[in-house]
């Protein structure tokens, strides 16, 4: 097959949709398939297979920023690739954000009838979505393109079902568990000889670092032999934070610093190998918890706020611990009783490294193959239903 994935999302900067297309073409490839990646891109791109399409801006939206495409004009250019490349599968990736998606759903049936077109709901925020209230009898026209819709947990399903009704397949975010499941990685030095609660996201509001640094306050007070490592990219609200820490005086808090983007992707699972305690207190908007998979592939115990998108994933008290969302203290509780019971902390990571197994690629990619297949069987069916028709149209008139 040859196969489209399209992402609305700066395709230079890294992000959970991004990363996840990026694997997913190596493991489509890797089965013999031929993959072309469409995204707006801030700069130059050498990735295999990448087709960039339109400059990316940053743009506001649910307590976070995106950078996706808002050039109205990209509808010739997306034509012209579609002609060039005759995909058999468009796989759209969050269908309905602007504006790169929209321009393939309004342009794939015209230049290609025959082709199969899938859609990815990733997202799901609390409160609801005011793009989706404001434009939905517009969004509605491109929504009925889509022949197979994928939502990665239940609780994106259900966020998207309020506005756009209909079956949703579910089939969850693949995990790279080899690349996060590295015994061989020797911990960080200058981080030894004391337990490590890790943080790995942005300083935003949503992810709940405040919670965090408010918990760990009272967990090094009651054992000041812990630290907390947080780990994500710079930006102006991180900075608060750390200012805030050093002027109060916090002991135990250490930043890393890996520029605008973070740490590299490639060198994160060495932070992983060092913590003992994964740590994320997300507040909402989170459909599945992809951070909880990449800590469990690693072989950390962890915990993270019962929240729906997390809940999906973990199991409280078999394969993880969920607290009350905004409760530093229930929250300082449930890691302090961590770093007292380092038996507890190691039958937490091996139940969650057995769950993992569930969300490894090679059983995601099938899924997904799986379900293509399923649908060119039925556009297949339906045009065969449609050319007996004419036949029999055509018998009936002579």
């Not at 790279?176 to 890790?198: K, S, Y």
């Not at 969650?352 to 039925?378: C, F, K, M, N």
Request: with cysteine; aromatic share 8%.
């Amino acid at each position: 097959m040859k196969i489209g994935l399209v992402s609305p999302y700066d395709w230079r900067h890294p992000g959970g949709v991004n990363t996840h297309l990026k694997v997913l073409a190596r493991e489509l490839r890797d089965r013999g398939h031929e993959v072309r990646i469409l995204a707006p891109a801030s700069g130059a791109v050498r990735d295999e297979g990448v087709i960039t399409m339109g400059r990316p801006y940053p743009v506001a939206t649910a307590s976070t920023v995106v950078r996706i495409s808002l050039n109205p004009r990209l509808g010739r250019r997306v034509t012209e690739t579609l002609e060039r490349e005759q995909f058999d599968i468009i796989h759209v990736h969050e269908p309905m954000m602007p504006v790169l998606p929209m321009h393939v759903l309004r342009h794939a049936r015209n230049v290609l009838p025959d082709v199969v077109i899938v859609g990815t709901f990733h997202a799901t925020r609390d409160g609801g979505n005011r793009l989706y209230s404001y434009s939905r009898r517009i969004l509605k026209r491109w929504f009925r393109q889509i022949d197979g819709k994928i939502a990665v947990s239940p609780p994106a399903a259900q966020y998207v079902s309020q506005y756009f009704p209909g079956f949703y397949n579910i089939i969850p975010n693949g995990i790279d568990i080899e690349h996060w499941d590295r015994p061989d990685l020797a911990p960080l030095a200058e981080f030894e000889d004391t337990t490590n609660i890790l943080y790995v996201g942005r300083a935003e509001k949503r992810k709940g670092l405040g919670v965090l640094i408010r918990a760990f306050g009272m967990v090094n007070a009651r054992d000041p032999d812990t630290r907390l490592i947080v780990v994500g990219p710079d930006s102006r609200s991180r900075r608060r934070f750390e200012n805030s820490v050093a002027s109060d005086g916090r002991r135990g808090i250490v930043f890393v610093h890996g520029g605008e983007n973070g740490v590299p992707y490639e060198e994160l699972p060495r932070y992983h190998q060092t913590a003992d305690i994964f740590c994320s207190p997300a507040t909402g908007h989170e459909s599945q918890g992809y951070v909880l998979l990449e800590a469990m592939a690693a072989g950390i115990p962890v915990v993270a706020s019962n929240i729906d998108g997390y809940a999906s994933v973990i199991t409280h008290g078999a394969d993880g611990v969920l607290v009350r969302p905004k409760d530093p203290y229930d929250l300082a509780a449930a890691l302090t009783e961590l770093v007292r019971n380092p038996e507890r902390r190691a039958a937490l990571a091996a139940e969650g490294r057995a769950h993992v197994e569930e969300y490894g690629w090679p059983r995601i990619t099938q899924q997904v193959l799986s379900y293509y297949e399923r649908l060119l069987d039925t556009r297949r069916g339906v045009q065969r239903a449609q050319q007996r028709g004419q036949r029999r149209r055509l018998v009936a008139t002579e």
